[in-house]
């Protein structure tokens, strides 16, 4: 059972273009939502991370929204730059108690 | 400061043998982490670990054994490796699960079973 459903697999965009990945969840009982970025042969580290209290949570260029009632919450990656081209995972946690559940993650390529 | 490790980073082994990853972290870490990553799969759990000589099940288990006597070492050992355990292997750690829950990731170990 994939409780974290993670989409698009790939994306490509144009350089200084929006990026968006997103992700829907089932368990209501998460109330953690990081992101992950993750280099090519490198290990994955933080980007960015919301808790349900909040709709939206932006850090520079990265944005993530948040809709408790439809279970979703996206990342949208402003003036999308080469150097983000990456693979991105979402995650979900209940704090305190599970591990973290990864979306199976979406490969981005920014194009110039 | 070397934060977390792992070794080897590329290891090729056959069937049948048995393999041990090493992770090592230097933050003091209550929390470590097993992880493989496969094309499609993203990451999956394999186990984790609250403490020393705590251990728990992740997601994708079977196959695998775990100990951790020390903080701040966690092996992974593949008891009879076999071909559908050749993947990629993270180890991660964080320093409390109730606090901020961020993962800090080794830079992986690249296993091929043969």
């Known amino acids: 059972q994939q409780q974290v459903k993670q989409s698009p697999q790939s994306l490509i965009v144009q350089k200084g273009g929006i990026s968006i990945i997103n992700c829907a969840y089932e368990?209501?009982?998460?109330?953690?939502f990081p992101w992950y970025q993750q280099f090519p042969g490198k290990g994955p580290a933080l980007l960015i991370a919301?808790?349900?209290?909040?709709s939206e949570k932006k850090e520079g260029r990265f944005t993530i929204s948040f809709n408790k009632s439809a279970k979703q919450f996206s990342l949208h990656i402003m003036d999308s730059q080469p150097g983000d081209s990456a693979t991105y995972f979402c995650?979900?946690?209940?704090?305190?108690?599970?591990?973290?559940?990864f979306g199976k993650g979406t490969r981005l390529s920014v194009i110039a | 400061d070397a934060g977390i490790t792992q070794s080897p980073r590329y290891k090729i082994t056959e069937t049948g043998r048995q393999v041990t990853l090493m992770c090592h972290q230097t933050?003091?870490?209550?929390?470590m982490f097993w992880y493989r990553q496969d094309l499609g799969h993203g990451l999956r759990l394999i186990y984790y670990?609250?403490?020393?000589?705590?251990?728990d099940k992740g997601e994708v288990p079977d196959g695998y054994v775990v100990s951790r006597s020390k903080t701040e070492n966690f092996p992974l050992t593949l008891e009879s490796a076999t071909r559908s355990q050749t993947s990629v292997y993270f180890c991660?750690?964080?320093?409390?699960?109730?606090?901020?829950?961020?993962?800090?990731f080794g830079p992986g170990t690249r296993l091929t079973v043969l």
């Open positions: 995650a979900a946690s209940i704090k305190g108690n599970t591990p973290l559940v």
């Open positions: 991660a750690s964080s320093k409390d699960r109730g606090a901020t829950d961020t993962q800090y």
């Open positions: 933050w003091s870490h209550s929390y």
């Open positions: 919301i808790r349900p209290d909040v």
């Open positions: 670990s609250a403490a020393a000589d705590i251990t």
């Open positions: 368990n209501t009982a998460f109330d953690y």
